[in-house]
């Protein structure tokens, strides 16, 4: 008799590793095909990144505040902004 080996649920591709956390700096790539297309700036895989580490990936909040200030500030003079903190 053979046991079934079930594979525990994953992390959905981009969600932020630890689960649920506002400030995490990781991101699920849960399979290899997911890690490529990342590398590769696979819209399937980039458009679905809620977070990612600080030096590649503009934290969603910090691309909320950019909007705004582009709206309310720079929207005749400047096409786009970049906030550093």
Known sequence: ???AIS?????PLGSSVPPMT??????SLPTW??????EEG???????M????P??????TIQKVSSVCE???????????RLYA
């Open 1 to 3: 008799m053979t046991a």
């Open 42 to 48: 696979d819209k399937r895989v980039v458009e679905k």
């Open 33 to 38: 095909a997911d890690n490529v297309g990342y």
């Open 71 to 81: 709206t309310a500030i720079w929207s005749d003079t400047y096409n786009s902004s």
């Open 7 to 11: 594979r525990p649920p994953g992390i």
């Open 22 to 27: 506002a400030h995490a700096v990781s991101v």
């Open 50 to 53: 809620e977070t990612g580490y």
């Open 55 to 60: 030096r590649f990936f503009v934290h969603r």
